[in-house]
């Protein structure tokens, strides 16, 4: 048992026996209703992923259209991503005094209101605030579904449903891009906020109708920031969550590098066309999709620090050598999208590995701790991408080269960190 510094029992210590009444209570799932959880969660946390590639294909239309620049508009998705993170610490303690849907519920309905407003959107500065607003509903959708896997399984399952979840996710930059360049095409790009707002529709018709009630408002949670503050700083003194979440958010902040580059790389440096990027959106995507189902395969063979551990060593080699020849050689259109390949593939395998890792001590505020997860990961992705938003460097260099920096951080973290006795 891991104690705090004042000498008070951890969130690990405090188990669900201490406390009546019993906040969690999940029932036996048969396998067709276990997968059909997974994809359901699989869905809500796909909500944020389909709302930034929707619309990455049309950033040169909306710049045209708000009379300023593609990188510019890129910074709606580090504005996004900021949004993201704060809404992750704000419903974790909602989640766990509430219950789990009426948050959702809120969150999904700010969320529709900000698309729309997206939708009216008449300059760069607006698109960035609504983009903001609507991070901060949707989140509510994706820290949902993470608190939730520990409210249905068990927490020796968390890598593997964590890679389902992954593989439900990765449907989206599949797809997403080219539906979104077709619908910028067709009915222009305010229309892809249009459709995004129907799916927060659905997502609330799939929390009202397809998820079973598993855990129980606990209205001893408090909701004062003082209180807060302490269950935070009480999860973070947990060492096996500490190393694991913030190495993991910055191996995984791999992922919203590419995704806040690629417009410029592709689009604007090697001139592809706007259905040649959703091909080489799918393409990548493929590897997020086949590194979590290779983690599958490994964990049936593998312990998960062992496979975290090994994943990590792999991103930093490959982000090395790709910023070495991106800044030596004139790297071409097929060299970098493979090299995205692997790092991103590297990162499937790793993420899941790593949330599961961090999450596994922590028996009681579950929706805390997942809370704390997503921020992490969002916060850091959001200043990185930021950093790549805020160059003035053309090209693919400044994705690369925070690319690298990200991950060799990542690693030296996990290396040393669980080396250092708390």
Request: aromatic residues 10%; proline residues 4%.
């Amino acid at each position: 048992m891991i104690l705090s510094s004042s000498g008070a029992t951890s969130l690990r210590g405090l188990s669900r026996n201490e406390k009546e009444p019993d906040p969690m209570s999940p029932a036996p799932l048969n396998s067709n209703r276990r997968f059909q959880i997974i994809l359901f969660l699989g869905i809500m946390n796909a909500l944020t992923p389909f709302t930034i590639d929707l619309y990455l294909p049309a950033f040169a239309d909306i710049a045209k259209d708000l009379n300023t620049t593609v990188a510019r508009v890129s910074l709606s998705v580090a504005t996004y991503f900021v949004g993201f993170a704060l809404g992750q610490i704000l419903y974790g303690p909602l989640l766990d005094r509430f219950g789990r849907k009426p948050p959702i519920y809120l969150g999904l309905v700010l969320y529709i209101v900000a698309s729309l407003g997206c939708l009216t959107a008449k300059s760069v500065e607006a698109l960035w605030t609504f983009r903001f607003l609507s991070a901060l509903g949707g989140s509510a959708s994706s820290v949902g579904a993470v608190t939730m896997v520990r409210d249905y399984f068990a927490p020796k399952d968390g890598a593997k449903v964590f890679s389902m979840l992954m593989l439900v996710l990765s449907v989206s930059p599949l797809f997403a891009p080219s539906i979104g360049g077709w619908i910028a095409a067709e009915l222009g790009w305010r229309a892809i906020f249009g459709v995004l707002t129907c799916m927060a529709i659905a997502n609330i018709a799939l929390v009202a109708f397809g998820l079973p009630l598993a855990y129980h408002a606990d209205r001893s949670v408090s909701l004062r920031p003082a209180k807060m503050a302490q269950v935070f700083s009480e999860i973070l003194k947990i060492r096996q969550f500490r190393v694991n979440a913030i190495s993991g958010a910055l191996a995984f902040s791999g992922l919203f590098l590419y995704v806040t580059g690629s417009p410029a790389i592709f689009i604007e440096s090697f001139g592809v066309s706007k259905g040649t990027f959703g091909l080489i959106f799918a393409i990548v995507a493929g590897a997020m999709i086949g590194g979590g189902q290779l983690n599958n395969f490994l964990l049936k063979r593998v312990e998960s620090e062992v496979i975290f551990r090994r994943a990590i060593t792999t991103q930093m080699i490959l982000s090395a050598v790709f910023l070495v020849l991106v800044a030596l050689t004139d790297l071409g259109l097929v060299a970098t999208v493979t090299f995205f390949f692997f790092v991103l593939g590297s990162v499937g395998v790793g993420y899941p590995n790593a949330a599961a890792l961090a999450l596994r001590p922590i028996e009681r505020n579950i929706g805390s701790a997942s809370s704390l997860l997503g921020f992490l990961q969002m916060g850091l992705g959001a200043l990185l991408a930021s950093l790549v938003g805020l160059m003035e460097v053309k090209g693919t260099l400044p994705t690369v080269l925070v690319l690298a920096f990200s991950s060799a951080l990542a690693g030296t973290l996990l290396f040393f960190g669980n080396r250092v006795r708390d």
